[in-house]
């Protein structure tokens, strides 16, 4: 029974955490994020047609230069190795009004409020496109755009993983549909990064919490298997 349930889990994780190569990646709903406070919202509205699982994050609103810097979503994320990682993102920037979010992975991230600080360091330009796109995660910063990537220390896979990305608001109307998460650091376009959209599995397991809840973490279950008779 003991050697069943392992072998389910593994099923399980396998399609959270899959491996291309020797690359991790991970695809995340953004309504599914573990914390949304408003006026960041979960919306299913006409004007983001054909979201993945038909839903999106956004502060609702008209595209308004500096508007927003309130609201955000984090997502608990558990990383199974150290190592660089890069973050894509799902998206619609209606025009360059409402093309950026403000983005912190901690602990790779200094534990600041990139919207009181306004550190541009943290400023995500978006790729303007009126439909769903796929854009890497950068610093926009006043000499230009920068593709980030977020190191993690061994420590932090030892102490279960856990990692928090937050997207917060930073103009009114843009919208994220997924996060995909890869060790692929040096992929500069979407297909490169073999970027996709969450699956039916993704979904479950990220519901469920085996590997983005804080409360459900593979450690621990892994560690109440291993207590199995």
Same mark, same amino acid.
């Given at each position: 029974?003991?050697?069943?349930?392992?072998?389910?889990?593994?099923?399980?994780?396998?399609?959270?955490?899959?491996?291309?190569?020797?690359?991790?990646?991970?695809?995340?709903?953004?309504?599914?994020?573990?914390?949304?406070?408003?006026?960041?919202?979960?919306?299913?509205?006409?004007?983001?047609?054909?979201?993945?699982?038909?839903?999106?994050?956004?502060?609702?609103?008209?595209?308004?230069?500096?508007?927003?810097?309130?609201?955000?979503?984090?997502?608990?994320?558990?990383?199974?190795?150290?190592?660089?990682?890069?973050?894509?993102?799902?998206?619609?920037?209606?025009?360059?009004?409402?093309?950026?979010?403000?983005?912190?992975? %901690?602990?790779?991230?200094?534990?600041?409020?990139? %919207?009181?600080? %306004?550190?541009? %360091?943290?400023?995500?330009?978006?790729?303007?496109?009126?439909?769903?796109?796929?854009?890497?995660?950068?610093?926009?910063?006043?000499?230009?755009?920068?593709?980030?990537?977020?190191?993690?220390?061994?420590?932090?896979?030892?102490?279960?993983?856990?990692?928090?990305?937050?997207?917060?608001?930073?103009?009114?109307?843009?919208?994220?549909?997924?996060?995909?998460?890869?060790?692929?650091?040096?992929?500069?376009?979407?297909?490169?990064?073999?970027?996709?959209?969450?699956?039916?599995?993704?979904?479950?397991?990220?519901?469920?919490?085996?590997?983005?809840?804080?409360?459900?973490?593979?450690?621990?279950?892994?560690?109440?298997?291993?207590?199995?008779?």
């Amino acid at each position: 029974m003991k050697n069943l349930i392992v072998f389910a889990l593994i099923i399980s994780l396998s399609s959270f955490i899959s491996v291309n190569g020797k690359d991790i990646e991970i695809a995340l709903e953004a309504e599914l994020a573990q914390k949304i406070k408003e006026p960041m919202i979960v919306d299913d509205d006409d004007v983001g047609k054909n979201a993945s699982n038909g839903k999106f994050i956004w502060m609702e609103g008209k595209p308004k230069e500096g508007g927003g810097g309130r609201g955000w979503a984090e997502f608990i994320i558990n990383l199974p190795e150290s190592g660089k990682y890069a973050l894509w993102g799902h998206v619609t920037a209606w025009d360059g009004n409402s093309d950026s979010f403000w983005v912190t992975w %901690q602990p790779a991230d200094p534990n600041e409020d990139a %919207q009181a600080t %306004q550190n541009k %360091q943290f400023r995500w330009g978006v790729a303007g496109g009126p439909v769903w796109h796929w854009d890497r995660i950068n610093h926009w910063l006043d000499a230009g755009t920068f593709d980030r990537e977020w190191k993690f220390k061994k420590d932090v896979i030892l102490k279960g993983g856990d990692t928090v990305l937050r997207i917060a608001v930073r103009e009114d109307a843009t919208m994220l549909d997924a996060i995909f998460v890869t060790s692929n650091v040096k992929a500069k376009a979407p297909g490169e990064a073999n970027v996709r959209l969450p699956t039916k599995k993704d979904i479950k397991i990220q519901v469920e919490g085996l590997a983005v809840n804080q409360k459900g973490k593979i450690t621990t279950t892994w560690a109440k298997i291993k207590s199995l008779p």
